[in-house]
Each structure stands twice: as structure tokens, then as C-alpha cells.
């Protein structure tokens, strides 16, 4: 592959590094689950600097394709255009956009916990566990812990046993997480850790349901937890209509 020349502004070498590794993606030639080359090997290969190779793996991250794993490395989690269906970033820029992602999840992600709670192994549930670990990390440290959250789920679909479950979540990708950034107003640092928190406490009971094979246990725990995220969108696209209203 062609070195691009040193002298191209670093946001273009960024998209340009971000198309070429999307390909790559997209076509197979890395495929969910793959580690990404390290900084240095993609630095190398593409004749850019640590500044650009991190711009985009941050754009990559922000599409869904990839996940960083700190202290591992970057890991491969979309499928691109391996399917019809797909979900992208620009498709979740409203409240309502997320609202409608949400109520898909739910007819999808129930049914998935209960089939989980009565099929998954210990290495599975080993893997749901370390994904609430992550979570758990990224909230106390001030990140909003999306790649943990979508790890979680995903973790649950392979759970099933049934690769379209898999599948289908990996087609959604991680911009199908809602996050409270959303809204109009930031929240303090204080406020989204209570909310990470308790986003945290919902994911756990949905574990313990499937740790115990409690298939109605996980999916009354599962729906709960996608409809309460639901409903604070609802309740946030309300605030926004009012505010709308109100000038």
C-alpha cells in the first residue's frame, strides 16, 4: 500500500488511514474478533504519525467497527457491509433515533437472554463477567463505557448458541448504545457516574438471572433494562420538545 506523503494535513491522513482500515474490515481481511495492528505497525505500513493513527482508531471506535481493550489492544467487532442491515453513527443522532434502535433491542435482546441463561458455558459467563469489570473501570475512571456495555451484550447474544443473535448484534454495533450525551446539557462527572452505576446494577441482575439459568429471571431482567434506558430517552426527547415549545 502506498505511503501517503508527509506533507497532507494530519485530519486527512486520518480519514484517509480510516477508509483504508474500514476496507479491510468491511472486506474481510480483518474479521470480528481480529486484533488491529499495533501503533507502531499501522505507523509504519501507513507512513503517519502516533497523532494520526490515534485520530482514527478513535473514528473507527466511534463507528462501531473496533473496540479498544486497554493494556491489550484494539479488537474488530463490526462485520461493515457484511449484511444488508446496519446501523450506523448518523442513524442514532436523535433522541428519537435512539428510542426507535431501543425498542428493536428489546424484541431482539430478551429472547437472547432467556436462550443464554439455559445455554451458556462458564468460559461465556467468565466473559460477561470481565465486560462488567470493564464497564464498572470506565465509569469510575470518568469514560462512559461504551465498548464494555456493547461487549456485555455481545457476550450474551454468543451466548445463545445461535450465530444470527451474534450476528445481528455485531451488524448493530456499538452505536446502538445510547448514552446521555444525547441530551442538550452535559452532565457533571458526578451525575454520569451515578447513572453509569446504575446502568452497571441492571447488568448484573441480567447476569445472575443467566448464571442461574433462570431463562424468565433474564429475560424480565434484560427487558427492564432496555426499557428503562428507553423510557429516559423518551422522558429526555419530551424535555427537548418542551424547551423547543417554550422559546
Known amino acids: 500500500m502506498n505511503a501517503r506523503p508527509s506533507t497532507r494535513r494530519p485530519r486527512s491522513l ?3 488511514l480510516v477508509e483504508s482500515l474500514g476496507e479491510r474490515i468491511r472486506t474481510g481481511g480483518l474479521a470480528a474478533g481480529d486484533k488491529l495492528p499495533t501503533e507502531a505497525a499501522i505507523m509504519a505500513e ?20 473496533v473496540e479498544t481493550r486497554h493494556g491489550i489492544g484494539t479488537f474488530v467487532l463490526g462485520m461493515g457491509e457484511g449484511g444488508a442491515f446496519r446501523i450506523t453513527a448518523d442513524q442514532m443522532a436523535t433522541l428519537n433515533d435512539v428510542v426507535a434502535v431501543l425498542e428493536l433491542r428489546i424484541g431482539v435482546e430478551t429472547e437472547a437472554a432467556a436462550l443464554a441463561s439455559q445455554r451458556r458455558t462458564e468460559a461465556q459467563l467468565a466473559a460477561m463477567r470481565d465486560a462488567l469489570g470493564a464497564f464498572a473501570a470506565a465509569a ?3 469514560r462512559d463505557a461504551v465498548g464494555a456495555d456493547f461487549q456485555f451484550h455481545l457476550e450474551i447474544a454468543r451466548a445463545t448458541g445461535n450465530p ?36 452497571n ?5 441480567i447476569l445472575n438471572a443467566i448464571a442461574a439459568q433462570d431463562s424468565e429471571g433474564a429475560r424480565a431482567a434484560m427487558r427492564t ?13 419530551l424535555a427537548l420538545q418542551g424547551q423547543g415549545h417554550g422559546q
Open 225 to 237: 433494562h432496555l426499557a428503562n434506558s428507553r423510557e429516559r430517552r423518551r422522558r429526555a426527547a
Open 164 to 199: 444470527h443473535f451474534e450476528q445481528l448484534m455485531t451488524t448493530l454495533g456499538a452505536p446502538s448504545i445510547p448514552r446521555a450525551r444525547l441530551s442538550t446539557e452535559q452532565p457533571d462527572a458526578a451525575a454520569q457516574r451515578d447513572y453509569l452505576r446504575r446502568v
Open 14 to 16: 486520518a480519514h484517509g
Open 46 to 65: 501507513f507512513d503517519v504519525s502516533r497523532t494520526v493513527v490515534r485520530e482514527a482508531i478513535s473514528k473507527l471506535q466511534a463507528a462501531g467497527l
Open 140 to 142: 469510575e475512571a470518568g
Open 201 to 205: 446494577a441492571e447488568h448484573e441482575s
